[in-house]
């Protein structure tokens, strides 16, 4: 059985693993613990780890702001990942669940998430949980 818990900042090795293997590159690590331990102190930011028999195995982050296009409270998916021999088993699923519920005790007003136009199965995915493809995200590397 799968459980959705908030992440701790013991998460952090396992989280840097997980998401190391999403950009398929070596991320910097101290740089990357910064990050992780300063978003766990912000309440507008949600990391959710997904365990099965008390194993984590996959992980999502949500970010959250207030837009002025929205006239409310957004959250944003930012990352999403599933350990690979565990993909199939609605674990994804089961994570957009638990935002959405997440999301209506807290007074969002949309869910958002971007993803890379090559990753089509990551887009029927989305699709499946009822996102709409609406926008078009436009990024410039600095």
Request: glycine share 6%; charged share 20%; aromatic share 10%.
């Given at each position: 059985?799968?459980?959705?818990?908030?992440?701790?900042?013991?998460?952090?090795?396992?989280?840097?693993?997980?998401?190391?293997d999403?950009?398929?590159?070596?991320?910097?690590?101290?740089?990357?613990?910064?990050?992780?331990?300063?978003?766990?102190?912000?309440?507008?930011?949600?990391?959710?780890?997904?365990e099965?028999?008390?194993?984590?195995?996959?992980?999502?982050?949500?970010?959250?702001?207030?837009?002025?296009?929205?006239?409310g409270?957004?959250?944003?998916?930012?990352?999403?990942?599933?350990?690979?021999?565990?993909?199939?088993?609605?674990?994804?699923?089961?994570?957009?669940?638990?935002?959405?519920?997440?999301a209506?005790?807290?007074?969002?007003?949309?869910?958002?998430?971007?993803?890379?136009?090559?990753?089509?199965?990551?887009?029927r995915?989305y699709?499946?949980?009822?996102?709409?493809?609406?926008?078009?995200?436009?990024?410039?590397?600095?």
């Open positions: 059985m799968v459980t959705i818990r908030p992440a701790h900042q013991t998460d952090v090795d396992v989280v840097y693993e997980f998401l190391c999403l950009e398929d590159t070596a991320l910097n690590r101290s740089a990357f613990q910064l990050i992780f331990e300063g978003n766990l102190a912000n309440p507008m930011v949600h990391y959710l780890i997904a099965q028999d008390g194993l984590p195995v996959g992980f999502l982050s949500c970010h959250v702001q207030y837009l002025l296009h929205h006239t409270k957004v959250g944003e998916i930012q990352e999403l990942y599933v350990k690979p021999d565990q993909r199939k088993q609605r674990i994804g699923h089961q994570f957009i669940a638990a935002l959405g519920e997440l209506s005790r807290e007074g969002f007003t949309h869910l958002e998430v971007t993803t890379n136009q090559k990753r089509t199965e990551t887009i995915f699709e499946r949980e009822h996102f709409s493809c609406t926008h078009f995200k436009l990024v410039k590397s600095l």
